[in-house]
């Protein structure tokens, strides 16, 4: 059965510290894989998407950036987090070419940054 | 512009007590309508996936329709442990989402 591993589930980063948050999914092969952030109020917003390694779609301008160096891994990273960096990370992975499953999701990262 | 609209923000049933939750969308090219469950601290956990109007899936106490315009997501007799905020989101390329109707079931 797939799985999605996500971590680690807190983190709490000086302003101006970099991050690195990393994704790995097992038992599937070439999944979609997707970086979403959720603020208090509970809104999912879209911050990066990818459909195969090296292939990193950008979907709000903002202070991070992502990278597929494997099938099966999505990291997020920073090289300075701002305080408006703070929030509940969320990755994802959907197969590819259907909707039927939707999406699934890891189980969240909670970054602080003070 | 895609949009996707849930209401109520949040809701208090008492245990027994059914309701509804509402799910407006507007987007074209509709590929699929989606409601998650999210407990706190925890990753959106997939419900239902419903793909054209006048679909309807269930499980346990709860129940999905789904319209032209909008989704329902009934909820017979609710628990306390039905008690979580529910996602509604909709996929055309990529899932745009709600911002959640926060339920809360009390004994």
């Known amino acids: 059965s797939q799985t999605i591993h996500q971590w680690p589930a807190t983190l709490v980063q000086p302003v101006g510290s970099p991050l690195s948050l990393e994704c790995t999914v097992e038992?599937?092969?070439?999944?979609?894989l997707y970086w979403y952030r959720q603020a208090a109020g509970r809104g999912l917003q879209l911050l990066f998407y990818?459909?195969?390694?090296?292939?990193i779609s950008s979907e709000v301008p903002q202070n991070l950036s992502a990278s597929r160096p494997q099938d099966r891994q999505f990291i997020l990273s920073s090289k300075k987090l701002l305080l408006s960096d703070s929030g509940f990370y969320l990755c994802?992975?959907?197969?590819?070419?259907?909707?039927?499953?939707?999406?699934?999701f890891g189980s969240g990262t909670r970054l602080t940054v003070v | 512009e895609d949009q996707v609209t849930q209401s109520p923000e949040a809701l208090r049933l008492q245990e027994g007590e059914s309701s509804s939750l509402n799910c407006s969308y507007t987007v074209s090219g509709l590929r699929g309508l989606f409601w998650y469950r999210q407990d706190p601290g925890k990753g959106p956990e997939f419900l239902f996936t419903l793909y054209s109007a006048g679909e309807e899936k269930e499980k346990e106490r709860l129940k999905a329709t789904l319209t032209k315009k909008e989704s329902f997501l009934h909820i017979t007799a609710p628990k306390p442990e039905d008690s979580a905020t529910y996602l509604c989101a909709v996929q055309r390329g990529k899932l745009i989402f709600g911002q959640g109707t926060e339920l809360s079931v009390k004994p």
């Open positions: 038992g599937t092969s070439n999944p979609n």
């Open positions: 990818s459909v195969g390694i090296g292939q």
């Open positions: 994802a992975w959907s197969v590819q070419g259907t909707v039927r499953y939707g999406y699934t």
